[in-house]
T-cell receptor
Framework: DAKTTQPPSMDCAEGRAANLPCNHS???????VYWYRQIHSQGPQYIIH???NNETNEMASLIITEDRKSSTLILPHATLRDTAVYYC?????????FGQGTELSVKP | GAVVSQHPSWVICKSGTSVKIECRSL??????MFWYRQFPKQSLMLMAT?????????EQGVEKDKFLINHASLTLSTLTVTSAHPEDSSFYIC??????????????FGEGSRLTVL
């Protein structure tokens, strides 16, 4: 079973920041948090991952709470092409077990 | 990022036939590849872990004799759906881990292969 919980859906206005929350309260000390997204009928796309520190790359920022029980993915300026299902995943023994994800709809 | 390619991207077959799907890592070597299945409006479900040169490890409830996995080289894993039936119709997705980046752990996914069994 997935070790993460996410809201099933969210809306965001185009050009605004999208903040996608994820709870992973049972995460272990050496388990990474990964974020992927899947656009309809395509394979998942890697976004970002982190362990303890906040991370930023050209796609997004990842904010991990100090107790590591939750994290937030931030898309700083959402575009219509960011509409997708976003998955927050905790590495379980080398495997990535997907939960249901958050369906993000970016609206004009 | 690293590139993983699947072939075919879609296939239609008759019930009772076998279908082979290939997964290739194009610019890196992958000692481990994973196969997922996704039904409409559902999340990805891990089917099996494919290790180069050894037998695949299947998740609970996945029939190893029906879904044959071969990982003969560091850049190729194949999934064969044997004696396919309409209920096997699904989106099959592979992923691979770059053996140089095992500590980082991220997986790179193929584009997926849509199987329709008539």
């Amino acid at each position: 079973d997935a070790k993460t919980t996410q809201p099933p859906s969210m809306d965001c206005a185009e050009g605004r920041a999208a903040n996608l929350p994820c709870n992973h309260s049972t995460i272990s000390g050496n388990e990474y948090v990964y974020w992927y997204r899947q656009i309809h009928s395509q394979g998942p796309q890697y976004i970002i991952h982190g362990l303890k520190n906040n991370e930023t790359n050209e796609m997004a920022s990842l904010i991990i709470t100090e107790d590591r029980k939750s994290s937030t993915l931030i898309l700083p300026h959402a575009t219509l092409r960011d509409t997708a299902v976003y998955y927050c995943i905790v590495n379980q023994g080398g495997k990535l077990i997907f939960g249901q994800g958050t369906e993000l709809s970016v609206k004009p | 990022g690293a590139v993983v390619s699947q072939h075919p991207s879609w296939v239609i077959c008759k019930s009772g036939t076998s279908v082979k799907i290939e997964c290739r890592s194009l610019d890196f070597q992958a000692t481990t590849m994973f196969w997922y299945r996704q039904f409409p409006k559902q999340s990805l479900m891990l089917m099996a872990t494919s290790n180069e040169g050894s037998k695949a490890t299947y998740e609970q409830g996945v029939e190893k004799d029906k879904f044959l996995i071969n990982h003969a080289s560091l850049t190729l894993s194949t999934l064969t759906v044997t004696s396919a039936h309409p209920e096997d119709s699904s989106f099959y997705i592979c992923s691979a881990r770059d053996h140089r980046r095992l500590a980082a752990g991220e997986l790179f996914f193929g584009e997926g292969s849509r199987l329709t069994v008539l």
